[in-house]
């Protein structure tokens, strides 16, 4: 079925600990989107990449870094967990500008951090 | 950011019953998009309604945006059991903000 594949599902890091979600989408969307969802917050924007070969800033990108590795694929990078970054993430894709339909979301990565 | 509000928190209806849940936005969008979320999975998304638009239907789905008050409402009818999830409201552009969401439980 098309639509957004994140990996891993569950992940518990300790602190300190570094890792990479990964998440690939197969609707050939040009933008691809890294959120983070915690309690009580609803959905906050990481980082975003527009298109191919951007990648921007969104709310709450200390402590992240992204990769768009191409059209299909962007990775959302911790360098040092830290238990602040407890929550659960979700990448989403959609088509690029202002008239965009909806975005698809993938199923979530749940990441504790000890 | 254009951050979508809903309103309320919380709501628990009877199946059958109707829910309707509000969206407050604060500044001009081109765009309003409803999501439901279930417990433990991703976000779907159910309707867009455009800035020039005042309401739009999809199965039991009825949404209407007022552009002169920033807000839009969702209304389900004839709720499920398979309702229940947590509902939010998105603005606009490439890169959509979302609010805390309202969780619906449907009572059967």
């Not at chain 1, 200390?62 to 990448?91: D, H, I, M, W």
């Not at chain 2, 739009?56 to 309702?83: N, W």
Request: proline share 2%; aromatic share 10%; with cysteine.
């Amino acid at each position: 079925n098309a639509g957004v594949t994140q990996t891993p599902k569950f992940q518990v890091l300790k602190t300190g600990q570094s890792m990479t979600l990964q998440c690939a989408q197969d609707m050939n969307h040009n933008s691809m989107y890294w959120y983070r969802q915690d309690p009580g917050m609803g959905l906050r924007l990481i980082y975003y990449s527009a298109s191919e070969g951007t990648t921007d800033k969104g709310e709450v990108p200390n402590g992240y870094n992204v990769s768009r590795l191409n059209k299909r694929e962007f990775s959302l990078r911790l360098e040092s967990a830290a238990p602040s970054q407890t929550s659960v993430y979700f990448c989403a894709s959609s088509e690029y500008g202002l008239l965009a339909y909806g975005y698809t979301f993938g199923s979530g990565t749940r990441l504790t951090v000890v | 950011s254009q951050q979508g509000e809903e309103d309320p928190q919380a709501l628990s209806i009877q199946e059958g019953e109707n829910a309707t849940m509000n969206c407050s936005y604060k500044t001009s969008i081109n765009n309003l998009q409803w999501y439901r979320q279930n417990s433990g999975r991703g976000l779907v998304h159910l309707i867009l309604i455009r800035s020039n638009e005042r309401e739009k239907h999809s199965g039991r789905l009825r949404v209407t945006l007022d552009t002169s008050k920033k807000s839009s409402s969702l209304l389900i009818t004839a709720s499920r059991a398979a309702d229940t999830a947590s509902y939010f409201c998105a603005t606009d552009g490439y890169k959509l903000s979302f609010g805390a969401g309202t969780t619906v439980t449907v009572r059967a």
